[in-house]
C-alpha cells in the first residue's frame, strides 16, 4: 500500500472579537481591592446574581484555513468511492489544520495563556540592520534584534531600549501583561556621524 | 558613626529620586493647546477625553472596557503651587445628574482584574479544503484491479472554548502591573507648582452612545467646568 499527499496551506487570521452576554463563567475574585471593586468584603462569598451579570463570553474568529492537496493510493483494502471506515481518518490526517499547516497560533487563543506576555519588536526605517540593533531590557543585553522579534516576559514593567550604531537610542517603558501582546515599532533616526554615539544602557 | 548613617540615607534618598518611574505625561506648552480649558485664580488648566482607539494606543491595560480617560494638565502661576487631588475631579454626562469621581489606579485595576477573570474566550476556525485523489485499487466485489480518481472537498470548522480568564489581565500578577502602569501614567496628586499632567480614569458602569461629558475641578472651593469634545 502506498500513499502519498501534497498539501499546501494558507491561514489568514482574522482578529474579529465579538462580545456576547450569554452568562457563563463564575467571576474568579478573591483580592482585596477587586472585592472592594465588587463592594463585598474579603473573604465573603460574592453575589450570585453580581456574578450573573459579570459573566462573558469573548467570541473569535480564529484562522481561516484554506487548503489544496493531492493524494495517490494504491492497495486492496481502499474504497476510494465508497464507504471506509478508514476514509475519515485519511482525509482527516490531510487536513487536520493544527497538524498539517505550517500555522501558528497568537497567544491567548483557545484561552492559551501560560502566564507570559508576548512582545514584539519590529525596527523602523526597514532599512536598519536587525543584526546591528541590540535590545536592552531592564538595562541588560538581550541580544540582537534579529533573534528578538518575539519576547516571552512575565507581566511587568520593563524598560526597553533598542541601540544601533548612527541611529537614535529607542527607549520605552513598556508593560507586559499574561496572554497578551505588545507591538513595539521601535524608531532609529539615522544621525550624523560626527555625533557622539548614545551610550548603551 | 552618626555621619556614616546620614550619608547612607541620603545616597538612598538620591537614587530612589534618581530611578523612580516617571509620573503622568508631558503637558503642552499651554492650557490653550488643550480642547478643552480654563483659568481659574492664576490656576490654567486644559483637558481632552481620549477616544476609545487612544485609549488602546496609550495604555496596555484595556480602560475601554471599564472608564473614560481624561488627560488633565495643570499650569500653576509662578509661585503659587497647588494642591491637587483626584478628589477634586469629577465627570458629568451633560444633560444628567450621572457624575463619577476620579478612579485611583488601585480601583479601576481591581475592576479590570475582575472583568478579566470573568471573561471565557471562544474561538471559531472555520477550514475548507479541495483536492485531487487518484490510485489503483482493487474492486472489492470483482477482485480486479481498477483505476480511479476524483475530486474531493472538505469542510470543517473548529470550535476552542477558553479556560476563565482566556482573554489574559485576570491574575494578581497583571492586576499589579495595570496598577502600575495607571499610577505611572496618572495625574500626580499632591502639590504641583510646575506645569503637570496626567491621566485621570472615570469609572462608567456604562458608556451612553453620543453622550457628552464635562469635567468638573473644585479649586479653592469654587468649581471649574470644562466641556470636553471626543
Same mark, same amino acid.
Given at each position: 500500500?502506498?500513499?502519498?499527499?501534497?498539501?499546501?496551506?494558507?491561514?489568514?487570521? /482574522?482578529?474579529?472579537?465579538?462580545?456576547?452576554?450569554?452568562?457563563?463563567?463564575?467571576?474568579?475574585?478573591?483580592d482585596?481591592a477587586a472585592?472592594a471593586v465588587?463592594?463585598?468584603?474579603?473573604?465573603?462569598?460574592?453575589?450570585?446574581?453580581?456574578?450573573?451579570?459579570?459573566?462573558?463570553?469573548?467570541?473569535?474568529?480564529?484562522?481561516? /484555513?484554506?487548503?489544496?492537496?493531492?493524494?495517490?493510493?494504491?492497495?486492496?483494502?481502499?474504497?476510494?468511492?465508497?464507504?471506509?471506515?478508514?476514509?475519515?481518518?485519511?482525509?482527516?490526517?490531510?487536513?487536520?489544520?493544527?497538524?498539517?499547516?505550517?500555522?501558528?497560533?497568537?497567544?491567548?487563543?483557545?484561552?492559551?495563556?501560560?502566564?507570559?506576555?508576548?512582545?514584539?519588536?519590529?525596527?523602523?526605517?526597514?532599512?536598519?540592520?536587525?543584526?546591528?540593533?541590540?535590545?536592552?531590557?531592564?538595562?541588560?543585553?538581550?541580544?540582537?534584534?534579529?533573534?528578538?522579534?518575539?519576547?516571552?516576559?512575565?507581566?511587568?514593567?520593563?524598560?526597553?531600549?533598542?541601540?544601533?550604531?548612527?541611529?537614535?537610542?529607542?527607549?520605552?517603558?513598556?508593560?507586559? /501583561?499574561?496572554?497578551?501582546?505588545?507591538?513595539?515599532?521601535?524608531?532609529?533616526?539615522?544621525?550624523?556621524?560626527?555625533?557622539?554615539?548614545?551610550?548603551?544602557? | 558613626?552618626?555621619?556614616?548613617?546620614?550619608?547612607?540615607?541620603?545616597?538612598?534618598?538620591?537614587?530612589?529620586?534618581?530611578?523612580?518611574?516617571?509620573?503622568?505625561?508631558?503637558?503642552?506648552?499651554?492650557?490653550?493647546?488643550?480642547?478643552?480649558?480654563?483659568?481659574?485664580?492664576?490656576?490654567?488648566?486644559?483637558?481632552?477625553?481620549?477616544?476609545?482607539?487612544?485609549?488602546?494606543?496609550?495604555?496596555?491595560?484595556?480602560?475601554?472596557?471599564?472608564?473614560?480617560?481624561?488627560?488633565?494638565?495643570?499650569?500653576?502661576?509662578?509661585?503659587?503651587?497647588?494642591? !491637587?487631588?483626584?478628589?477634586?475631579?469629577?465627570?458629568?454626562?451633560?444633560?444628567?445628574?450621572?457624575?463619577?469621581?476620579?478612579?485611583?489606579?488601585k480601583l479601576?485595576s481591581g475592576t479590570?482584574q475582575k472583568?478579566?477573570?470573568?471573561?471565557?474566550? !471562544?474561538?471559531?476556525?472555520?477550514?475548507?479544503?479541495?483536492?485531487?485523489?487518484?490510485?489503483? !485499487?482493487?474492486?472489492?466485489?470483482?477482485?480486479?484491479?481498477?483505476?480511479?480518481?476524483?475530486?474531493?472537498?472538505?469542510?470543517?470548522?473548529?470550535?476552542?472554548?477558553?479556560?476563565?480568564?482566556?482573554?489574559?489581565?485576570?491574575?494578581?500578577?497583571?492586576r499589579?502591573?495595570?496598577?502600575?502602569?495607571?499610577?505611572?501614567?496618572?495625574?500626580?496628586?499632591?502639590?504641583?507648582?510646575?506645569?503637570?499632567?496626567?491621566?485621570?480614569?472615570?469609572?462608567?458602569?456604562?458608556?451612553?452612545?453620543?453622550?457628552?461629558?464635562?469635567?468638573?475641578?473644585?479649586?479653592?472651593?469654587?468649581?471649574?467646568?470644562?466641556?470636553?469634545?471626543?
Amino acid at each position: 500500500m502506498r500513499r502519498a499527499a501534497i498539501s499546501l496551506g494558507l491561514a489568514l487570521a /482574522l482578529g474579529v472579537l465579538q462580545n456576547y452576554g450569554l452568562g457563563q463563567t463564575p467571576a474568579q475574585n478573591s483580592d482585596d481591592a477587586a472585592s472592594a471593586v465588587s463592594g463585598n468584603p474579603p473573604n465573603t462569598p460574592p453575589d450570585k446574581s453580581a456574578q450573573d451579570q459579570d459573566r462573558k463570553w469573548h467570541v473569535k474568529l480564529g484562522p481561516v /484555513l484554506v487548503g489544496a492537496g493531492y493524494s495517490r493510493f494504491r492497495g486492496p483494502f481502499y474504497y476510494p468511492y465508497g464507504f471506509s471506515q478508514f476514509d475519515g481518518f485519511y482525509r482527516a490526517s490531510l487536513w487536520d489544520p493544527y497538524w498539517a499547516y505550517p500555522v501558528s497560533y497568537p497567544s491567548g487563543y483557545f484561552g492559551y495563556n501560560d502566564g507570559w506576555g508576548e512582545v514584539k519588536i519590529s525596527l523602523e526605517p526597514r532599512s536598519v540592520d536587525p543584526k546591528l540593533a541590540e535590545v536592552y531590557v531592564d538595562n541588560a543585553f538581550a541580544g540582537t534584534a534579529d533573534h528578538l522579534k518575539n519576547i516571552w516576559l512575565e507581566p511587568g514593567a520593563y524598560e526597553l531600549s533598542v541601540l544601533s550604531k548612527n541611529r537614535t537610542a529607542y527607549r520605552r517603558r513598556i508593560y507586559v /501583561l499574561s496572554g497578551r501582546s505588545l507591538k513595539i515599532a521601535a524608531k532609529l533616526d539615522s544621525v550624523s556621524p560626527e555625533k557622539p554615539a548614545e551610550s548603551k544602557p | 558613626m552618626m555621619k556614616r548613617k546620614w550619608l547612607v540615607a541620603g545616597l538612598a534618598c538620591v537614587a530612589v529620586i534618581a530611578f523612580a518611574a516617571p509620573k503622568g505625561t508631558v503637558a503642552r506648552s499651554t492650557a490653550l493647546k488643550y480642547p478643552a480649558h480654563a483659568e481659574l485664580d492664576g490656576v490654567a488648566m486644559g483637558a481632552v477625553l481620549l477616544t476609545s482607539q487612544e485609549a488602546r494606543s496609550n495604555f496596555v491595560s484595556d480602560l475601554n472596557h471599564c472608564c473614560l480617560v481624561v488627560e488633565v494638565a495643570m499650569y500653576p502661576q509662578q509661585g503659587q503651587p497647588v494642591e !491637587v487631588s483626584l478628589n477634586d475631579f469629577s465627570l458629568r454626562t451633560i444633560g444628567t445628574d450621572n457624575a463619577v469621581k476620579a478612579g485611583s489606579a488601585k480601583l479601576i485595576s481591581g475592576t479590570l482584574q475582575k472583568k478579566a477573570a470573568a471573561s471565557r474566550d !471562544v474561538v471559531v476556525s472555520p477550514s475548507v479544503g479541495v483536492g485531487y485523489e487518484s490510485g489503483a !485499487v482493487y474492486d472489492p466485489m470483482t477482485g480486479q484491479p481498477r483505476r480511479g480518481g476524483g475530486i474531493y472537498t472538505q469542510t470543517g470548522v473548529g470550535v476552542g472554548i477558553g479556560s476563565p480568564g482566556g482573554q489574559g489581565s485576570g491574575t494578581d500578577a497583571d492586576r499589579k502591573v495595570m496598577e502600575t502602569e495607571l499610577d505611572e501614567k496618572g495625574l500626580s496628586e499632591g502639590t504641583v507648582a510646575t506645569p503637570a499632567a496626567g491621566y485621570l480614569y472615570f469609572p462608567l458602569a456604562k458608556k451612553a452612545k453620543n453622550a457628552r461629558y464635562e469635567l468638573e475641578y473644585m479649586l479653592n472651593g469654587r468649581k471649574v467646568v470644562l466641556r470636553l469634545a471626543e
